[in-house]
């Protein structure tokens, strides 16, 4: 996070390289890739190794794990209802890809892939897709009257049918653009405000005292963007959830 000359670049981070050389090169295997792969391989450490000691007293690190998994069961089954069982590794899968994306994202040097778009926008597709089958598979054809609800005036179809199909369709636009939008903003202000700490510490003396301010604001800016992290991930996975109940339950 270091200014290069008079100038800012804080969008270089986002930047896809390809990973492992010519190999990556050839299959397009990028730095986003090798994280996702660190997310999945440190989620499965966690459940393991907090699950292997089955512990009546749990240490850490099997608190955290049962926490994690008690925490998303019951937000499956309180927001879509007892069939929300059959949607948790679903749900609990989406939530773990998300924030570990997220939170990996902190690291120096390290990468978000949660920060583009075609990621957050496919996790956002398969949500929607998900639910539209789930839907046509418990309702049939009967699912179509979701975009008319009960009760609305007949005379008033032709406005609200276009109106709630937009709405609908929208949803996969606005998941992918909050958890994108969220994650790049962060990214880009920490590199800001950093870069404004080097510049400053290289003016002499003078400059050293007064970058203690805006690196005080990097250090509260951090804590929020890790509070952001597992907040964007939440509302991931219950706005999935809530989709999902929609689609179970219809009107």
Avoid at 127 to 136: G, Q, S
């Amino acid at each position: 996070m270091a200014a290069e000359g008079p100038t800012i670049d804080a969008l270089s981070q986002f930047m896809l390289t390809p990973a492992l050389g010519a190999l990556g090169h050839s299959v397009n295997f990028t730095q986003a890739n090798v994280f996702m792969l660190a997310a999945a391989a440190l989620t499965l450490g966690m459940l393991y190794f907090g699950a292997r000691p089955a512990a009546i007293v749990p240490g850490r690190l099997q608190a955290l794990a049962e926490l994690a998994y008690e925490g998303i069961y019951n937000m499956c089954t309180d927001q879509i209802g007892k069939e929300g069982r059959i949607f948790f590794p679903f749900v609990f899968t989406l939530f773990f890809f998300v924030l570990m994306g997220n939170m990996l994202g902190m690291l120096p040097y390290a990468f978000t892939y949660t920060s583009h778009i075609a990621v957050t926008f496919a996790l956002a597709a398969m949500v929607i897709v998900l639910v539209t089958v789930v839907a046509l598979r418990i309702h049939g054809l009967h699912f179509f009257s979701y975009f008319f609800p009960d009760g609305a005036p007949k005379l008033l179809a032709p406005l609200i049918v276009p109106v709630e199909i937009i709405s609908y369709l929208s949803r996969p636009v606005s998941l992918s653009i909050r958890l994108f939008a969220n994650m790049v903003a962060g990214h880009v202000m920490l590199k800001v405000f950093a870069s404004f700490v080097v510049m400053m510490a290289g003016a002499g003396v003078i400059g050293v005292f007064a970058s203690a301010a805006p690196l005080a604001l990097i250090v509260v800016l951090i804590g929020f963007e890790f509070l952001v992290a597992l907040l964007q991930a939440y509302v991931f996975a219950i706005l999935t959830c809530i989709y999902l109940h929609d689609a179970v339950h219809l009107h």
